[in-house]
């Protein structure tokens, strides 16, 4: 059943850098819209004034990823009390997820 109202949710927003790997993790807490549409803008917008150079590269189901000459970003939504109970991955996750990001 869907809502007519936002929820209240967190945007988190995960950029790595392209040529050192360094990654920088930031969080946002937010309104998050209903429909895909109004995701889809608001991570934009979100992404945007973190990294104004990132262009969207791909959007589904509450997540997007950007990219510009420096960054592969990553942002999507979470519930606000999630993010700081989130288990920590395995190594196995860490390592299948870095092969993601090898060129």
Same mark, same amino acid.
């Given at each position: ?8 949710? $967190?945007?988190?927003? =995960? /950029? !790595? ?10 969080? *946002? &807490? ?18 945007? $004034?973190?990294?104004? =150079? /990132? !262009? ?10 950007? *990219? &510009? ?35």
């Amino acid at each position: 059943m869907a809502r007519s109202y936002a929820l209240p949710r $967190r945007v988190i927003v =995960e /950029a !790595r850098d392209l040529d050192t790997d360094a990654r920088v993790r930031q969080e *946002l &807490d937010v309104d998050a819209p209903t429909d895909e549409a109004g995701q889809r803008a608001q991570l934009a917008g979100v992404v945007a $004034r973190l990294h104004p =150079e /990132a !262009r969207m590269r791909s959007f589904g189901r509450g997540a997007a990823s950007f *990219l &510009d000459s420096s960054y592969l970003v990553v942002a999507h939504y979470t519930e606000a009390d999630e993010s700081a109970l989130a288990p920590s991955l395995s190594e196995a996750s860490v390592e299948a997820q870095q092969s993601l990001f090898i060129g």
